[in-house]
């Protein structure tokens, strides 16, 4: 059974101007997310900020997500490192707070070798008794997982259940379906590609967009899984210029400011991520409008 069918949200996490985490904000967060639908609370990730978190930080959010969002829906911890023993560490204490599932992206950086990657993963994985999801981003790792990989620790790691794909290589996508045989959930990391990748046999999305727009994203995977077609790809071509706007800048600064344009005040970036240029914003805030959500 998959953690969760639907829209996860890869949700930011909210800062204080003095650059600490703002747990009041975070809670109104998670509370309008689960009212709007959100099939999923994604704790910790790129969106999250995570790469610029201690430890203490990054594990006190997970279980503050754990104790607030209190089951209602699956909550996923981004556990990810380029380091095996940080992975496991961090894996192991997102376990311990409560968390339903991990996120786990490919090492970064120092990179690995395919073997590399299926050791990586399955030391990690093996430290734990709760559902994995991989990450496959080589946009921002420099990391590319083959098929064959994926389908291979998905296969041979009981807990290993899926993967984010966030690669956009849809040939690549589908020989990863084709492989196979009903052993990887498969979510869409584009949410420009969210109902081409249903189409694959995709579970749904782990989502920005859906910091903005829940019940939107919500009802395009829904949509797709009660098998309205047509309606699921009008809401996912009708989101494709806010999307556009949402990553004209590296996320999450787009979606950052487009919280605070909605009034979530959802604070300041930690750097080396910076203010939105003005031009960006102003684009931003057309798109908004235009989707009906300023």
Known sequence: MAIFEGAGVALV???REDGEVNYEKLEELLEEQIAGGTDAIISCGTTGESSTMSHEEHVEVVRFTCQKVKGRIPVIAGTGSNSTKEAVYLSREAQKAGADGLLLVTPYYNKATQGGLVTHFKKIAESVSIPVLLYHIPGRTGVTMTPETIVTLCKEVPNIVGVKEASGNFSAIAKIMHLAEGCVDLYSGNDDQIVPLMSLGGKGVISVLSNVAPAQTHEICASWLRGDVKKSMQMQLDALPLVDALFCEVNPI???????????EAGPLRLPLTEMEPEHKERLARAMKDYGIL
Do not use: D, H, R, S
């Open 254 to 264: 787009p979606v950052k400011a487009a919280l605070n344009l909605m009034g979530k």
């Open 13 to 15: 996490t909210p800062f």
